[in-house]
């Protein structure tokens, strides 16, 4: 399964959830393709790929789709991160409830100044020194990050080093493992900014170039 | 130009201003396509379709490309943001430096106990009931919402109603403008967790039937 496939099986998993509560039983491709905007037949394709069965004519079961996609999804297990970074950021995260709706569980925040963190919750926050034997004993996989960029590299080698095989990174510094060891989602708050400013532009130019083409057309 | 090539235009200028500061004149498509992870032919692609003009065998003169991109992403203009939701996160993305660093300004904050935020510095922060009228009065296309679940879709109609035409939403609620005049970037950080989690779990059983095959040749 690559990773646009897992995304979207994460959005459908959610879409049913919210169906199961609404007291549906079951569910078709076209409901799930309309809601998070793909042809039913890419729905179809996914969830037939991942072995999950549909019934002619009656669409798919919710009790088993929501079942066969927790096992696929790997949402019977314990989620267990930890947040390295405890500044305003790492601590909004900490403190963040959608995440801990979602059933994943941060363990432990990492500081170099563990005393002075804005966080105050139940999540113990140690000394950045601490990290690396924190991950290898607890064999943490997941890590989120929230450090000034100046840092941000060496952590990240740090955490390579022990094992840390999927980051999400908060700081400004792009980061990537070139042995492909590590999956890094980058998520950089200035660039999604910066992003749809380019986008409002472009949409702005395209917008007026078709009213000089209208124009245009109404001279002829 | 659509959303992948902005996208992609903004971190070739991050890499060019880099190069730029180690003292470089000129740049190569290959350069710039190992640094991203695309093929030069697509840098090459990307640029001529900008009309950005490459020096055959000589590359890209990396002032020129800057200038032109500059004017093409909009970075030449003032980019005003507001927060909508101060709490935790909303503060924290007020505060985060690396926003300011880019040249966006976030120029005020709106929440429904403005009294209480967290956020302590020089943006204001008004009652979520101005933020209608501070929208239209101010010209303010882009916002960033950090509200809880429960309230996202009624402040997220508010927003469209005057005239809000990118939006980054770190709520949990999945936000879309049927209409398709606002771009809306969902930052879900639970998502973007479970999905580091899907990934790896992946990973783990490619992995294993690898090793399985593997040992089954051996055998043979």
Redesign the interface.
């Known amino acids: 399964?690559n990773?646009e496939t897992?995304?979207r099986?994460?959005?459908y998993r959610?879409i049913i959830q919210k169906l199961k509560i609404m007291g549906m039983e079951k569910v078709f491709s076209n409901n799930l393709g309309d809601a998070i905007?793909v042809a039913p037949a890419l729905v179809r394709k996914d969830l037939s790929s991942l072995k999950i069965p549909g019934h002619k004519r009656g669409g798919y079961n919710i009790d088993e789709l929501i079942s066969e996609m927790d096992t696929?999804?790997?949402k019977n297990?314990q989620?267990d991160?930890i947040v390295v970074g405890c500044?305003?950021?790492g601590?909004?995260?900490m403190?963040?409830?959608?995440?801990y709706?979602?059933g994943?569980k941060i363990v432990a925040g990492f500081d170099n100044r563990p005393d002075h963190v804005?966080y105050k919750g139940n999540i113990p926050i140690y000394h950045i020194n601490k990290m690396e034997d924190f991950i290898r004993d607890n064999n943490i996989?997941?890590a989120?990050m929230a450090v000034?960029?100046f840092v941000a590299a060496d952590i990240f080698r740090i955490m390579l080093d022990c094992g840390i095989?999927?980051?999400?990174n908060f700081?400004?510094a792009?980061l990537?493992d070139i042995n492909g060891k590590c999956?890094v989602?980058n998520?950089?708050?200035?660039?999604?900014?910066?992003?749809?400013?380019?986008?409002?532009?472009?949409?702005q130019e395209l917008d007026s170039s078709a009213r000089l083409i209208e124009e245009n057309n109404m001279l002829m």
């Open positions: 399964m990773k897992s995304v099986l994460s959005k959610r905007g696929i999804l790997g297990r989620m991160v500044g305003k950021l601590s909004a995260i403190g963040h409830r959608g995440i709706d979602e994943i804005a996989k997941i989120v000034p960029k095989q999927g980051l999400l700081s400004p792009e990537k999956l989602n998520v950089n708050i200035a660039i999604m900014l910066e992003n749809l400013f380019f986008y409002l532009k472009n949409q």
